[in-house]
């Protein structure tokens, strides 16, 4: 009777216990939550912001384009030597980030007169594209390619610190704007402004918002009061010229 009574007391007592060790882990999941969670983060900053500073498109002097020939003049040798033949050359001129056709096409690596003829009006700034559709050399199939150039003086605009550490400005002194940007609504901003033949910052404006007014309005509030000085652009004959830049911040764009 006795062994029973002890039997039962310590069933018992395996309960309680077991009950009780339940009843705590409950206990600490409605207070601290579920341990498996992972905790939310407030305030937190998109590290992977895009700034890069420069012109729109690819850089090409505007004295090789007016000094152009031929398709190798202004054409890399790497996409030139993919191409088995040539079919079609073209010119397109991009306005407000649209493609305009010129009408302007060739059959040969030679510019057209007509071609030549508007690469003599082009200057700083424009952007042009030099479209060519050729029958690759490696896969013996149809390709093209469309290098996308913005015309620049011989030496472009130089900033006293260099773009390195001006980008490294723009990180820093946008952190604070830049916590809670979410990735899924970051927009390619972009902001123009030009270098004049002075040395001096003009023009600034914004192209494309980053979708962050925040963001777009400190961007501008940085280059308006921005440290250090520039060096104006050269052309080719040794004048300083205007140059217009892009930053473009935010998401990698096209």
Not at 39 to 47: H, S
Not at 193 to 200: A, I, L, R, S, Y
Request: proline share 4%.
């Amino acid at each position: 009777m006795k062994k029973q009574v002890l039997i039962l007391g310590i069933v018992i007592i395996a309960f309680v216990l077991t009950a009780f060790t339940v009843l705590k882990n409950d206990i600490k999941d409605v207070i601290y939550g579920p341990m498996e969670h992972d905790p939310i983060i407030k305030n937190e900053v998109f590290e992977d912001f895009i700034y890069e500073i420069g012109t729109r498109f690819m850089p090409i002097k505007k004295s090789v384009v007016l000094n152009a020939k031929t398709l190798k003049d202004v054409y890399d040798i790497e996409t030139l030597n993919s191409m088995k033949s040539l079919e079609a050359m073209r010119l397109l001129k991009v306005v407000n980030d649209k493609q305009q056709d010129l009408n302007l096409a060739g059959t040969t690596a030679n510019f057209t007169k007509e071609q030549l003829n508007y690469l003599q009006t082009l200057d700083y700034g424009d952007n042009i594209i030099f479209r060519t559709e050729f029958i690759d050399n490696y896969s013996g199939g149809y390709n093209y390619s469309t290098p996308h150039h913005t015309i620049v003086p011989d030496i472009q605009a130089q900033y006293s610190e260099g773009f390195k550490a001006l980008k490294t400005y723009f990180k820093d002194q946008t952190e604070t704007v830049r916590k809670d940007v979410d990735p899924k609504q970051l927009k390619a901003g972009k902001l123009y402004f030009t270098v004049t033949k002075t040395g001096d910052i003009k023009n600034i404006q914004l192209d494309h918002s980053s979708n962050y007014p925040k963001v777009d309005r400190q961007l501008i509030k940085l280059l308006q009061d921005l440290p250090g000085t520039w060096t104006p652009a050269i052309d080719e004959n040794g004048n300083t010229v205007d140059q217009e830049l892009v930053v473009s911040f935010g998401l990698m764009g096209c």
